[in-house]
């Protein structure tokens, strides 16, 4: 098996610590220790020049809230490209934003291919427009809802485009069948030991051992599913 190139991941945020517990667990920690992925996380304020670190100010305009400053988050992303090893083409600068398009399982797929990410968690009342205008490749959402800052969907959007990088699960079939991956359904119900639990039984079909008739199942289940909490992805 060809490994896969190291994918470098920064992440720029006021709010680094929030972020050591996530990618310190499970398959991201995997992922790190296997050479697969590095991931850095940066604190804007490291940028700002001034006693108190100053990385807002107040909107022109007027307004409520405090808006990030453009100029600290250029000369951020202006280090981090300088540091980005040589010949690295692949690389996309992204926003977490509410404004953003929708993030789902397709984009994730296309950002695991690029070489070199870099998040910027969004905080406060916004961020000066300049930083969407010249210096973001694509803003992303989660979801049409607002949260306090983009440290959150940061995490999420890197946990779903790491764990589809080649070598970081171990069974690479896995991702294959799961919700949104290869079909616009949503993923069948699963069952394991034992077969029957407080008289809740398991299909008899998927204990059958016949594979055509499985497969029948699993792909009717999986109608029923989308039907059901996702008609919109049915239609």
Known sequence: ?????????????????????????????????????????????????????????????????????VKPIYEALSEIKKLTPKGTKKRKIILLSPSGKAFNQKRAQTLSKQEHLVFICGHYEGIDERVKEHLVDEEISIG?????????????????????????????????????????????????????????????????????QIKKWKIEKAKEITKKNRPDLYS
């Open 1 to 69: 098996m060809i490994k896969s190139k190291l994918m470098k991941i920064d992440v720029l945020t006021l709010f680094p610590k929030m972020f050591k517990g996530p990618f310190d667990e499970s398959i991201i920690k995997r992922a790190q220790k296997k050479g697969l992925v590095e991931i850095q996380i940066h604190n804007l304020r490291n940028w700002a020049k001034d006693k108190r670190k100053t990385v807002d100010g107040h909107p022109f305009g007027g307004g409520t809230g405090m808006v990030l400053m």
């Open 144 to 212: 049409d809802y607002v949260l306090t800052g983009g440290e959150l969907p940061a995490m999420i959007v890197i946990d779903s485009i790491v764990r589809l990088i080649p070598g970081v699960l171990e069974k690479a079939n896995a991702i294959k069948e799961e919700s949104f991956s290869c079909s616009s359904l949503l993923e069948h119900p699963q069952y394991t030991r034992p077969a029957n639990f407080k008289d809740w039984k398991v299909p008899e079909v998927l204990l059958s051992g016949n594979h055509q």
